[in-house]
């Protein structure tokens, strides 16, 4: 057997775009900003903005006379986003942490977070940052996964379950904030408008691999000791013989100032 599992870790901003440009993530981005009913004239923030990948389409609605800002603490994503926008007027990219946003408060009419505050040291923060910057009346955008709602289909089951729960509680830093993303907006004082739930399906095998690191992941678990090495290596070359199947919630929430 292979020492190591799957692809090695993707290169993050390739892995946001390709992630972006999936069936999936077409379909529940386009569902978010429809919702967030972005309008010609208004200042839209995307915190954790990454490479850029949503700026473009914020800044055809907001029009000319709009502005649009990205906020990323990551220089390299900066530079992406940087040339992904350069030639777009009114598109401002801005360096800075997701718990200090670098905007005046009561500026902005429409933002959004996009599976960022699964990632941040404190997301009450961040939402209480985003109200801060947000006008009366403004609409805000959440979409973040619920790990522990991660399936894949196996015939061992027990380590599939076994690598769902080193995804939770290893992987991701707050691997089930979907479920509690509602809840989290309301304390922060918005107005939670609508809760979407959807489910990616994965059924190609290399795909799902390196988005959801099935391999990496693995030989990490087995590493720490929380999955047999022969079994993990069984498990995962089960999964690349087919026919494959994985899936996990992904939630989205809708709210106003």
């Not at 972005?38 to 995307?46: E, I, M, N, P, Y």
């Not at 380590?159 to 707050?174: G, I, K, L, P, Y």
């Not at 929380?226 to 919630?249: M, Y």
Request: hydrophobic share 40%; with cysteine.
């Amino acid at each position: 057997m292979a020492s190591t599992l799957g692809t090695p870790r993707p290169d993050q901003a390739a892995y946001m775009l390709r992630a972006a440009a999936s069936g999936a993530g077409r379909v529940y981005k386009r569902e978010l900003l429809d919702l967030l009913d972005v309008r010609t004239g208004q200042t839209a923030l995307d915190v954790g903005c990454g490479p850029g990948t949503d700026l473009p389409a914020l800044a055809e609605r907001v029009g000319d006379d709009g502005t649009v800002i990205g906020v990323d603490r990551d220089p390299d994503m900066l530079a992406r986003a940087r040339e992904r926008t350069k030639d777009l007027r009114r598109v401002e990219i801005r360096e800075a942490d997701a718990h200090a946003l670098p905007v005046e408060p009561g500026t902005v009419d429409r933002a959004r977070i996009d599976r960022v505050l699964m990632h941040v040291a404190e997301p009450a923060d961040v939402l209480a940052q985003l109200r801060r910057a947000t006008r009366p009346g403004a609409r805000i955008a959440l979409a973040e996964p619920d790990w522990d709602t991660l399936i894949v289909d196996a015939e061992d089951l027990e380590t599939s379950r076994a690598f769902t729960r080193w995804t939770t509680t290893e992987v991701v830093r707050h691997a089930t904030i979907g479920r509690g993303l509602a809840r989290l907006a309301e304390q922060a004082g918005f107005h939670v408008e609508t809760v979407l739930a959807t489910a990616p399906v994965f059924r190609d095998f290399q795909d799902a691999d390196h988005t959801l690191g099935l391999g990496r992941n693995m030989q990490n678990a087995i590493d720490a000791g929380h999955v047999d090495r022969d079994r993990g290596h069984r498990w995962f070359a089960g999964l690349s013989q087919g026919p494959f199947f994985a899936s996990f919630t992904l939630v989205g929430v809708v709210c106003s100032r």
